[in-house]
């Protein structure tokens, strides 16, 4: 099975940026890598997507090497309300199952 | 507003009871999927239909059952409530069978049995 592996937690200070690196050995060669944020209560929500090299829309970058063996996530001069629970997805197995790890925590301190 | 709606937004039940959660999908949507934050926890991965069809099942108890129905409104059901099936459950959906799709999340059903 495809599986994400990335640190429990980060800290950061406002202002700067942040980068969460995801592990994830088994990925197929057909899936993608997809980042989504999470605020206490609220659904998770779409931030990015790609499947090699960088991509970069208005909230983050995402760098994927050739291998696509691991992914970063890239947010740029971070603020207080960036504090979340970043996910970093792909594919699980067989049974294509869009499944979460565990996360990474995220706090923008001032 | 992710164009997910779930209703109730909360719910407040007894042990024993039975309890049903809707879905509305975003407007085109075909792909639902349902899932469980415990309180401090990860999203638990529950059941994903697409156009009404059963596509994959993660850790859903058998006291848990969902369905999609033909306008694609998706419903999960509890039964048998525990204390520890007090959670945040939420459903998302997307347009296409591929995970390799954007989801998008509405926002939860918050359930406390009691």
């Known amino acids: 099975l495809a599986k994400t592996t990335q640190p429990i937690s980060m800290d950061s200070y406002e202002g700067q940026e942040v980068n969460i690196t995801c592990s994830h050995n088994?990925?197929?060669?057909?899936?993608?890598i997809t980042w989504y944020q999470q605020f206490p209560s609220q659904g998770p929500r779409f931030i990015i997507q790609?499947?090699?090299t960088k991509v970069t829309n208005e909230v983050a970058s995402l760098f994927i090497p050739a291998d696509r063996k691991s992914s970063t996530l890239s947010l740029p001069r971070v603020s207080l309300s960036d504090t979340a629970v970043y996910y970093c997805?792909?594919?699980?197995?067989?049974?294509?199952?869009?499944?979460f790890g565990s996360g990474t925590q995220l706090t923008v301190l001032p | 507003d992710s164009g997910v709606t779930q209703t109730p937004k909360h719910l407040i039940t007894a042990t024993g009871q039975r309890v049903t959660l809707r879905c509305s999908p975003r407007?085109?949507?075909?792909?639902v999927y349902w899932y469980q934050q415990s309180l401090d926890q990860g999203l638990q991965f529950l059941i994903q239909?697409?156009?009404?069809?059963?596509?994959a099942k993660g850790n859903i108890l058998e006291r848990f059952s969902a369905q999609q129905f033909p306008d694609l409104h998706s419903e999960l059901n509890l039964s048998s409530l525990e204390l520890g099936d007090s959670a945040l459950y939420f459903c998302?959906?997307?347009?296409?069978?591929?995970?390799?799709?954007?989801?998008?999340f509405g926002q939860g059903t918050r359930l406390t049995v009691v």
């Open positions: 998302a959906s997307s347009a296409f069978r591929t995970e390799n799709t954007e989801a998008f």
């Open positions: 088994n990925i197929a060669t057909n899936d993608y």
């Open positions: 790609g499947y090699k």
């Open positions: 997805l792909s594919p699980s197995g067989s049974a294509r199952q869009l499944t």
């Open positions: 407007s085109g949507d075909l792909s």
């Open positions: 239909y697409y156009n009404g069809e059963e596509r």
